[in-house]
């Protein structure tokens, strides 16, 4: 049905072509971000992954310094994006470029993984903005 309604809207079914460009992203990844994203290429870099509830948020409290952490926003693009940032993490070279040099600096998985999901949406949202844009 997902594949239909998308076929059916030229515009919609063009933004999932190019989102597809990006290796580790599928028209599954791709439909469930703009069906749940649909601001997605009309906001900044720093806005969309805050939307998403991929941006580090702090827990300070006077001179104490607490973890930085991720929530909000819109759990169903996290969920859309992890497994596509797994995927891309291991077969993309640049996301598996920035994926290994933070395991090696000794940052947790996670914090890795995250940082390949807020790139990965950074990119998706470029593509959708700009469409002279092109992946090298």
Do not use: W
Request: glycine share 8%; net charge positive; proline share 4%.
């Amino acid at each position: 049905m997902i594949q239909d309604h998308t076929a059916r809207d030229k515009e919609m079914n063009a933004k999932v072509e190019r989102l597809c460009l990006l290796q580790g992203v599928g028209r599954v990844t791709a439909t469930g971000v703009l069906a749940a994203l649909p601001e997605i290429g009309t906001l900044n870099r720093g806005q969309v992954t805050a939307l998403a509830g991929l941006a580090p948020r702090n827990r300070d409290s006077g001179k104490h310094k607490g973890r930085r952490t991720i929530g909000g926003g819109r759990a169903t693009v996290r969920r859309a994006l992890y497994m596509a940032a797994l995927s891309a993490s291991r077969m993309n070279p640049k996301l598996k470029a920035l994926y290994t040099r933070l395991t090696a600096a000794g940052k947790p998985a996670k914090l890795a993984l995250t940082a390949v999901m807020r790139q990965l949406l950074s990119v998706m949202n470029t593509l959708i903005k700009n469409p002279s844009f092109t992946l090298a």
